[in-house]
């Protein structure tokens, strides 16, 4: 068994304006830091373009339309005060959603023990029918659905730890029975969703808000005391994982204080998870963080992790 990690060179073509922090260079910062010789055995794959049938499992198919027909000929477009398109966006959305779906797949079958998705634009802001922060698609909800309702699972975990809370996924799964979603994310803090008492229609939602300059011990607290509890009880058969790490301390666009222990640390509880529970099947897509050096640093601690529980 192995870990299959899934890029592609579109997913630099999808361009934000001038000091965005969405930007190319935190793909190109992740892969000179994976370049590096302990990642020499990463089963290295092209993330494919989803199909847009596949868009169709969370979003309305006029939605991905409207998507698609807003990509500018040159230059940028702004869906939002904060989402953006270029003219190569739509693809690299499609490889973002399309590299879940083959991870998905990969780990299904045994091809793969775990995988990670270095893909953008992130997904976890996007809602049913509306692209919000820096997000067209909701890359983690489509690939959990696509998992029940293509693999037939019966029980799928979402753990998204990024410092804001994944407002997207948790519309999108709202409805679902079959998935429990766990949020760790800074409150107040946009988007200003992700209260406890936002428990979804089935008490599938587990909100686990952190204030502002908490520490790794907050979220060790948190996931202790609340997530895995209840996750262990659920027993999901494959664990999904939202991987922001905009939580690091160096991080521009919140004040949690989280280290690169801190994300290894979460990144072997979940791999504990999905050992007792789902045969070690875990896949973890790439969200937020904004300091390069920071994120680099941070993705290389989870994906080596991955690299032994999947060695």
Known sequence: MTTAYFSHPDCLNHVTPPGHPEQVARLEAIAQRLAMPQFADLLRL???LAEEAEIARCHPPQYADAIKAAVPESGYVSLDADTHMSPGSYAAALRAVGGNLKAVNMVLSGQAQNAFVGCRPPGHHAEQAKPMGFCLFGNVAIAAKYALDHHGLERVAVVDFDVHHGNGTQALLWDEPRVRFVSTHQSPLWPGTGERAERGAHGNVMNLPLAPHSGGADLRRAMEQYALPMLDEFAPELVLVSAGFDAHMADPLAQLNWTTDDFTWVTRILCDLADD????????????????????????????????RGS
């Open 277 to 308: 529970h789902a045969g070690g099947r875990l896949v973890s897509t790439l969200e937020g963080g904004y300091d390069l050096e920071a994120l680099a640093a941070s993705v290389a601690a989870h994906v080596q992790v991955l690299m032994e």
């Open 46 to 48: 092209d993330a494919p």
